[in-house]
Protein backbone atom coordinates (compact mmCIF):
# COMPACT_ATOMS: atom_id res chain seq x y z
CA UNK A 1 0.00 0.00 0.00
CA UNK A 2 2.90 2.35 0.58
CA UNK A 3 4.88 3.90 -2.48
CA UNK A 4 8.27 5.74 -2.15
CA UNK A 5 9.19 7.79 -5.54
CA UNK A 6 12.60 8.77 -6.02
CA UNK A 7 14.10 11.72 -7.60
CA UNK A 8 17.11 13.70 -8.41
CA UNK A 9 19.98 11.04 -9.41
CA UNK A 10 22.41 11.71 -11.98
CA UNK A 11 25.91 12.13 -13.42
CA UNK A 12 27.53 15.23 -11.94
CA UNK A 13 31.76 16.07 -11.45
CA UNK A 14 33.74 15.81 -8.45
CA UNK A 15 32.84 18.63 -6.14
CA UNK A 16 29.46 19.10 -7.47
CA UNK A 17 26.47 18.93 -5.97
CA UNK A 18 23.21 16.84 -6.42
CA UNK A 19 19.92 17.22 -4.40
CA UNK A 20 18.04 13.76 -3.81
CA UNK A 21 14.19 13.40 -3.02
CA UNK A 22 11.93 10.69 -1.92
CA UNK A 23 7.75 11.15 -1.63
CA UNK A 24 5.75 8.14 0.61
CA UNK A 25 2.42 7.60 -0.65
CA UNK A 26 -0.58 5.51 0.61
CA UNK A 27 -2.30 5.00 3.88
CA UNK A 28 0.19 6.07 6.18
CA UNK A 29 -0.57 6.62 9.54
CA UNK A 30 2.86 7.79 10.61
CA UNK A 31 6.43 7.47 9.05
CA UNK A 32 8.57 6.93 12.25
CA UNK A 33 12.11 7.55 10.39
CA UNK A 34 12.99 8.11 6.59
CA UNK A 35 16.20 8.35 5.16
CA UNK A 36 18.69 7.14 2.81
CA UNK A 37 21.14 3.87 2.18
CA UNK A 38 23.40 3.30 -0.82
CA UNK A 39 25.21 0.54 -2.38
CA UNK A 40 28.09 0.62 -4.67
CA UNK A 41 29.15 -2.25 -6.83
CA UNK A 42 30.98 -4.85 -4.50
CA UNK A 43 29.81 -3.06 -1.42
CA UNK A 44 27.04 -3.94 1.37
CA UNK A 45 24.59 -1.81 1.58
CA UNK A 46 24.85 1.27 3.78
CA UNK A 47 23.31 4.07 5.74
CA UNK A 48 23.91 7.36 4.16
CA UNK A 49 21.44 9.35 6.37
CA UNK A 50 18.18 8.90 8.22
CA UNK A 51 16.31 10.86 10.84
CA UNK A 52 13.55 10.11 13.47
CA UNK A 53 11.60 11.97 16.39
CA UNK A 54 14.83 12.23 17.96
CA UNK A 55 17.59 12.78 16.14
CA UNK A 56 19.38 12.58 12.22
CA UNK A 57 22.19 10.61 12.05
CA UNK A 58 24.86 10.71 9.08
CA UNK A 59 27.60 8.22 7.62
CA UNK A 60 30.91 9.55 9.00
CA UNK A 61 32.12 9.48 5.42
CA UNK A 62 29.03 12.37 4.68
CA UNK A 63 29.24 14.22 7.19
CA UNK A 64 29.29 17.97 6.63
CA UNK A 65 29.23 17.38 2.84
CA UNK A 66 25.44 16.17 3.33
CA UNK A 67 22.50 17.14 4.40
CA UNK A 68 19.50 15.45 5.43
CA UNK A 69 15.53 16.94 5.81
CA UNK A 70 12.02 15.88 6.33
CA UNK A 71 8.76 17.44 5.41
CA UNK A 72 6.23 15.67 7.77
CA UNK A 73 3.01 17.15 5.96
CA UNK A 74 4.32 16.10 2.51
CA UNK A 75 5.92 12.95 3.72
CA UNK A 76 8.76 13.69 1.96
CA UNK A 77 12.93 13.44 2.64
CA UNK A 78 15.27 15.40 0.76
CA UNK A 79 19.34 14.66 0.87
CA UNK A 80 21.28 17.46 -0.31
CA UNK A 81 24.41 16.69 -1.54
CA UNK A 82 27.66 18.76 -1.63
CA UNK A 83 31.36 18.41 -2.59
CA UNK A 84 30.66 15.01 -4.31
CA UNK A 85 33.60 12.49 -4.42
CA UNK A 86 33.79 9.07 -6.90
CA UNK A 87 33.58 7.26 -3.80
CA UNK A 88 30.16 8.35 -3.49
CA UNK A 89 29.14 7.05 -6.72
CA UNK A 90 26.70 4.17 -5.84
CA UNK A 91 22.69 3.38 -6.23
CA UNK A 92 20.96 5.30 -3.38
CA UNK A 93 17.82 3.60 -1.82
CA UNK A 94 15.47 5.94 0.09
CA UNK A 95 13.74 3.99 3.15
CA UNK A 96 11.20 4.39 5.82
CA UNK A 97 9.75 2.78 8.83
CA UNK A 98 5.89 3.40 8.39
CA UNK A 99 3.46 2.68 10.42
CA UNK A 100 -0.05 1.75 8.21
CA UNK A 101 -2.96 3.77 8.81
CA UNK A 102 -5.38 2.30 11.21
CA UNK A 103 -3.41 -0.49 12.19
CA UNK A 104 -0.47 -1.44 14.38
CA UNK A 105 1.54 -2.45 11.65
CA UNK A 106 4.54 -1.66 10.91
CA UNK A 107 7.56 -2.21 8.22
CA UNK A 108 10.41 -0.56 6.34
CA UNK A 109 9.53 0.18 2.75
CA UNK A 110 12.02 1.02 0.23
CA UNK A 111 12.24 3.00 -3.36
CA UNK A 112 13.35 1.40 -6.45
CA UNK A 113 17.10 3.03 -6.30
CA UNK A 114 18.83 5.98 -8.00
CA UNK A 115 21.95 6.29 -9.49
CA UNK A 116 24.10 9.02 -8.34
CA UNK A 117 27.73 8.92 -10.70
CA UNK A 118 30.38 11.04 -9.55
CA UNK A 119 33.12 11.41 -12.30
CA UNK A 120 36.99 11.45 -11.80
Known amino acids: QVQLVESGGGLVQAGGSLRLSCAAS????????MGWYRQAPGKQRELVAIVNSYSTNYADSVKGRFFLSRTNAKNTVYLQMNSLKPEDTAVYYC???????????????WGQGTQVTVSS
Open 26 to 33: GSIFSINA
Open 95 to 109: NADISLRGTLYRDDY
